[in-house]
């Protein structure tokens, strides 16, 4: 095989997607998904509830798992483009998703909502002055817990906002 034909496969391999959605219940990013990827090339840690979204806190960590692993054998299948829909707040969340993208070679890009609210919230990440117990912090989390499709707590968008790592 000549050396040019391996560099047109990798390149051409290399046009794989993965899209990292990331923002908080409510913001937006299941729509925005939507957009980005047919519905059974959208993998998120919701499904592993089911359809009767029978949520458990305590299978957290294996759902992220499941995910992780659907992710994977979607890969192994070379589906492009892959949208991974969960809040993915920390970088620790997004980087066993990072690591398969290197693995199968898919480019990965960060997507966050397109909503008007998000994209205000999300600005507001800018200022110095926005953290936990302002009022501005509280009316942003109050506007999402009213938006989320799971009935996120308020306690929990506020704890998930606290601990958010903007995209770079």
Do not use: C
Not at 15 to 39: D, E, H, Q, V, W
Request: aromatic fraction near 14%.
């Amino acid at each position: 095989m000549s050396k040019n034909f391996k560099l047109y496969i990798i390149e051409a391999e290399k046009k794989k997607t993965l899209f990292i959605m990331r923002g908080f219940p409510g913001s937006g990013k299941s729509y925005t998904a939507a957009k980005l990827a047919p519905k059974d090339q959208i993998f998120t840690t919701d499904n592993f509830w089911g359809p009767e979204y029978n949520f458990d806190i305590e299978k957290i960590p294996i759902a992220h798992q499941w995910n992780i692993k659907q992710v994977e054998n979607a890969m192994k299948n070379n589906i492009t483009p892959i949208v991974v829909d969960n809040t993915n707040i920390t970088w620790d969340e997004i980087k066993p998703y990072v690591q398969l993208a290197k693995n199968f070679l898919y480019d990965v890009k960060y997507k966050e909502s397109e909503s008007t609210w998000w994209q205000a919230i999300s600005k507001l990440y800018n200022d110095p002055n926005f953290k936990p117990g302002t009022p501005a912090f509280d009316v942003a989390a109050e506007f999402l817990s009213k938006k989320t499709q799971h009935d996120v707590p308020l306690d929990t968008i506020k704890k998930m906002m606290s601990m958010w790592v903007p995209t770079k």
